[in-house]
């Protein structure tokens, strides 16, 4: 159990080509931007973001395999700035095994704790307390190429925690894995933390692993923090557009609009679309005429509705997934997506009409992508 701050952390690479498409970085380019957050003890963080935004980076300063170039780290209020990554007291599994083949499974476990001079009965208690958590102890007598790509991430996991650190980090744990056994293991991981209750962060960038698996979620891009917070505040609530376009699947719709002012009120107007949708009245004290903005909706939150006075537009495509339809209509030079669990079969230029929800829809500014406060008495 621990509780991890990190106070205006900055890492920068000075020797060569060292960000994640191999292109080398300037001496005043940083793959980690004054990153600052607190992690609760026992709490389950999940730092989400696109490929190249730091987030492994974060988790290898952490862990103590790279040094940090400024800031701040502290694991219970004692800096870690300095300390080796053994002293840490941490657990680490990579996206890849790195399992020993020569050794059974029993020996991989057992291999850090018997290193450290741990006698073999406590290792045999600690391997008997740990192998049931993820469901590796029918495994121990086996070598790992026998295992499959789960049976060996499981291990990998295991062997992580085997010596009870006080914070668990997981790098990339099921990127290997396909879509069933991706499903399977977050459910043991998530069973495992609160069965183990130690401070645990995963690194991904498959939103899914993240809403589903952590209590809280930190979003990262081009190294900087953008949002932190719960799944349903990250979602409900994004500070900007780029957050409101990464988190949801299917993603948010964005839509950039001009705001047009009519005597019936103030309408979202699109370039190279007579669509028009009219603005939530309580946007009226934040909009005005001529206004450029960007207008967010998530897919589940536009209805096909038979209101007359609903907006009319043409099905651009249409696509049955079986448990849900999505349907794709053609606004200008964008697309806005929405799904509907309704039966019903469209094909492209049948003319339906649009309702929003309109207490699900964002106001993102035009320049700078943030998200648009209103008063919430309006």
Known sequence: MARLTLQNVYKRYEDG??????KPLKLNDYAVKDLSFACKDRSFIGILGPSGCGKSTTLRMIAGLEKITDGKMLIDDICINDLLPKDRHIGLAFEDYALYPPLSVYENLAFNLKAKGVPADEIKKSIDRVAPLLKVDELLDMKPSAL??????RV????????????????EPLSHLDGKMRQTLRQEIKRMHREIECTTIIVTHDQIEAMSLADTIIIMKDGELQQMGSPLEVYDDPVNEFVAGFIGEPPMNLLHSVIVKTQEGFFFSFRGSDLRIQV????YSVVSDGMKLTLGVRPMDVFVTDKASSTPAPVAIYENFGDERRLSIRVGDYHLNLTTADDVFYKSGDIIRLEFNSEKTHLFDAETGAAIKYPENT
């Open 280 to 283: 939530p009245r309580r946007y």
């Open 148 to 153: 499959s790509g789960g049976q060996k991430q």
């Open 17 to 22: 080509p060292k960000n994640f498409f191999g």
């Open 156 to 171: 990998n996991i295991a062997r992580a925690i085997i010596r009870q650190p006080g914070l668990l980090l997981l790098d």
